[in-house]
């Protein structure tokens, strides 16, 4: 088989897979003279559908012997198959890299013959890199679970992040859909990265992993509630959502041609971000009464809505963490805020001056004592002024050609 | 009456020095050899050294750092209006350093734009730069960006290829940037040849354009999206955009 054929089938298979960041590399040695690490990561194309690619990100191989019923590889599908070798990849890699079109590789694989066996491809893949080729740039593996701890090890200690994806939000829909995993079992290899690293007194090694939206009847306030958990215990860095796509006939599945839940995903990773950098506790986002996120305005305004006895708030006075939580204000309007503050006090034209989004936030905040959204007396009517300001969002329709890319791909 | 200089930080400078030698400020600031009316009432400005060396320790010491690079940064834009604003945001600076934190104020604010559109130009040059590899084994790319981003491209490259030898060549104003594996120059460009590539360039090329096409996912299709991240005028010399022939 010609390359670019394999090429075009093992990324057509990977592409599901939405962890596609390189950021957050904290790697300290170096492996070679080819490349470095970049520590805010960088999008080098923008495909059709408006991702980011970053990584040469590729199944090392297709075949699988696992039969989870929501992925195209699943051994009882009849597809075409292929594998790479190790050297094709490490060629590939390295002559992409230079040409300035990734930051690094992503590796994922289906299970061929037996976990111990993929996960040594994996590692051989790794070595040639790192060793031979003096490859120092980014590498995100997927670490096979199932596969010995001394593979794991090995194979961790030459990435700058590896993965183990949950793919569904609990465990009764993974009996149901991948008799094979448990949650248990995708998180182990993990663990024994994290407690490697810990052990060797470093700081430990970026972990992700990915949930399926939509395939199973899980709630948002469940799917945060599992991230949640996941980022205390410091296992993860990220938690990364899918929007399901079709593309089995199955019992237990949404039917072909049903349209991937976009919005919902997109909600999810604001609720994320909210959580991560804003301080906000899942169940302050959602509770067991509201347990789906509102597809109409975006998590923290309905946070708002839902808290209105919050606001007004003082732009004059509030502190970061008060601040934050206005919606329409970001990280970087209220570190202006902060700043200008230093020097003066601020009158509603300078908010405009600094260019502040105040569409949304001028109904949440006083500009010395006077609220910046003047025809407003009262909190009655807001939801409907603040619909009107939401853009109708595009709507998605799955093509038939959805149904011949797979899903997910990997473990 | 509008002075003219050379379109070089050195000249601007030296053009900023002058206001403060002569107590005067210019009506307008033009770049040599620029379209300028037969009529106008010219001073041309002369690069001095010593003015520039001059000039450059008092700001080092009296300004704030950020807003020192700041300068250095906004210059870049290349927008005819900026020296402008630049010769009042350095004076008003040198008055009075703190002055210059009121982000309130019009031309501090316009400064800050500037600044960060340089900087978002440069984010993006760095990660849309398409290099080609040559016969001997050198990277080539070529580019044309809105803003004069060539001179701070060096830095991420330099980290990224220190072993090899690499050219990034600004077509649109014929300066190119130089990597020999040790050190770094620029250097205008009056006219090239077509380099001749290694054998398997164009193999790679499709490569990568297979897998571009192959990631995206088709329920998604998004061109606006796309657009928005990687904007028409950046795509001229991006592998994945280019047309074969
Ligand atoms: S999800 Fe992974 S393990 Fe399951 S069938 Fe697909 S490739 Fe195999």
């Known amino acids: 088989m010609q390359i670019e054929e394999k090429l075009s089938i093992l990324s057509g298979s990977a592409k599901y897979d939405v962890s596609c960041s390189s950021s957050d590399s904290q790697r300290s040695e170096s492996f070679g003279s080819l490349g470095s690490t970049y520590k805010s990561g960088i999008c080098h194309a923008f495909s059709a559908d408006g991702r980011c690619i970053s990584l040469l990100k590729i199944l090392f191989t297709n075949q699988c012997i696992y039969d989870c019923a929501y992925c195209i590889n699943r051994s009882s599908n009849d597809i075409k198959r292929a594998a790479f070798t190790p050297k094709e990849i490490a060629e590939l890699t390295v002559n992409f890299y230079k040409r300035n079109y990734i930051e690094g590789l992503f590796l994922s694989s289906g299970i061929i013959s037996s976990e111990a066996h993929t996960m040594h491809l994996l590692l051989k893949t790794l070595k040639l890199l790192r060793h031979e080729y003096g490859f120092n740039g980014y590498i995100h593996v997927k670490l096979i679970p199932g596969a010995p701890e001394e593979l794991i090890v090995a194979v961790s200690k030459l990435a700058d992040r590896v993965s183990s994806n949950i793919e569904l939000p609990s465990e009764k829909s993974l009996v149901l859909l991948a008799p094979e995993k448990s949650r248990t079992k995708v998180f182990e290899p993990l663990e024994i990265a994290k407690n490697h690293s810990m052990e060797q007194g470093k700081t430990p090694i970026g972990m992700s992993t990915q949930m399926i939206i939509g395939a199973t009847p899980e709630s948002d306030f469940e799917i945060l509630r599992l991230s949640s958990a996941l980022y205390k215990k410091a296992l993860l860095k990220r938690v990364y959502y899918s929007a399901y796509i079709p593309v089995n006939n199955h019992i237990n599945l949404p039917a072909l041609l049903t349209p991937p839940p976009l919005l919902r995903e997109h909600r999810l990773y604001q609720a994320d971000w909210l959580m991560r950098f804003y301080h906000f506790r899942y169940d302050e986002i959602l509770d067991t009464q509201n347990a789906f996120l509102d597809e109409r305005f975006d998590s923290k305004l309905a946070w708002a809505l839902r808290n209105l006895h919050f606001f007004p708030i003082e732009i004059n006075r509030a502190d970061k963490e008060t601040l934050l939580r206005v919606p329409g204000l970001g990280i970087r309007s209220v570190h202006k805020i902060l700043y200008v503050r230093r020097q003066k006090r601020l009158s509603l034209r300078d908010l405009e001056n600094m260019k502040i989004p105040l569409k949304r936030a001028r109904y949440f905040i006083t500009v010395d004592g006077v609220i910046a959204a003047r025809e407003m007396r009262g909190y009655e009517r807001l939801e409907s002024r ?7 969002l595009p709507h998605f329709q799955p093509t038939l050609f959805d149904q011949l890319q797979s899903i997910s791909g990997e473990i | 009456m509008v002075w003219v200089y050379d379109g070089s930080m050195e000249g601007f400078l030296t053009l900023v020095a002058r206001s403060y030698l002569t107590k005067t400020v210019p009506e307008k600031i033009s770049k040599y050899p620029s ?12 690069t001095e050294d010593e003015l520039v060396t001059k000039l450059l320790g008092t700001m080092q010491q009296r300004l704030d750092p950020l807003f020192y690079r700041r300068i250095f940064h906004a210059f870049l834009c290349d927008d005819c209006e900026v020296e402008y604003k630049l010769l009042f945001y350095i004076r008003l600076g040198l008055k009075d350093p703190s002055l210059l934190y009121d982000i309130s104020h019009p031309i501090i604010h316009a400064i800050g734009s500037c600044e960060k559109m340089v900087l978002s130009t440069l984010h993006r040059m760095n990660a849309f730069l398409r290099f080609e590899i040559l016969q001997d084994g050198t990277l080539y790319a070529k580019m044309e960006p809105p ?35 040790r050190s770094m120059q620029i250097y205008p460009v009056v006219e090239y040849d077509i380099p001749r590539h290694m054998e398997d360039e164009r193999h790679y090329q499709q490569l990568w354009r297979c897998f571009f096409h192959q990631i995206a996912i088709e329920s998604r299709i998004n061109p606006s999206l796309q657009k928005s991240h990687a904007p028409l005028k950046y795509r001229l010399w991006m592998t994945e955009f280019m047309q074969l022939v």
Do not use: T, W
């Not at chain 2, 379209?35 to 001073?43: E, G, N, Q, R």
């Open chain 2, 35 to 46: 379209k300028i009316s037969l009529f106008d009432d010219l001073m041309q400005i002369q």
């Open chain 2, 147 to 181: 803003r004069n981003v060539l001179p701070l491209m060096g830095k991420h490259f330099c980290k990224r290829f220190s072993n090899e030898r690499f050219i990034i060549h600004d077509l649109k104003r014929g300066l190119a940037l130089v990597y020999d594996g």
């Open chain 1, 386 to 392: 603040l619909l009107a300001l939401e853009k109708p």
